[in-house]
């Protein structure tokens, strides 16, 4: 009987070892779950907090637009100048373009819409197109215009 009483022993502490077991793996998992939930908590309050802290600084910026402007009025007060007012006779514009030589290869079409946009921009002032002629850079002007737009100081 001693070996029976013995087995039985040593089965009820594999049996409260098991127990222990199982119980801390659902402790570690519960204590996981835990520490995700507060994870999650923490994540909403900083969401709120930013939003909130957003919130209040668009009133902010919206009241400080509307204290300037009762202050200050709508539009800021512009100086009158003078008005002079001088008609003279104009001559009526004219245009003139010069023939350009084969070797340049610029169509004469092109040459037109160069002189209709120079009319157009310069209206009613006196102007002439004397010369046409291509760019000798290696660069495009979009190019330029890109170059230097971004090296522009501020």
Sequence with gaps: M?????????????????????????????????????????????????????ILLIIAVSLYSKIITAIFG???????????????????????????????GIPPEIIAVIAAAVDSLYGERPHRVRSVRRSRSGRSAWSKAGAAENTRPF
């Design 2 to 54: 001693n070996e029976i009483s013995q087995i039985s022993q040593i089965s009820q502490a594999e049996q409260v070892s098991r127990a222990a077991e199982q119980a801390a793996a659902a402790a570690t998992g519960g204590a996981q779950g835990d520490q995700m939930a507060q994870a999650f908590i923490l994540l909403l309050a900083g969401f709120c907090v930013v939003f909130v802290v957003l």
């Design 74 to 104: 709508t539009e800021p007060k512009k100086k009158k100048k003078a008005k002079v007012v001088v008609k003279e006779e104009v001559p009526e514009p004219q245009t003139a373009v010069q023939e350009v030589p084969e070797d340049e």
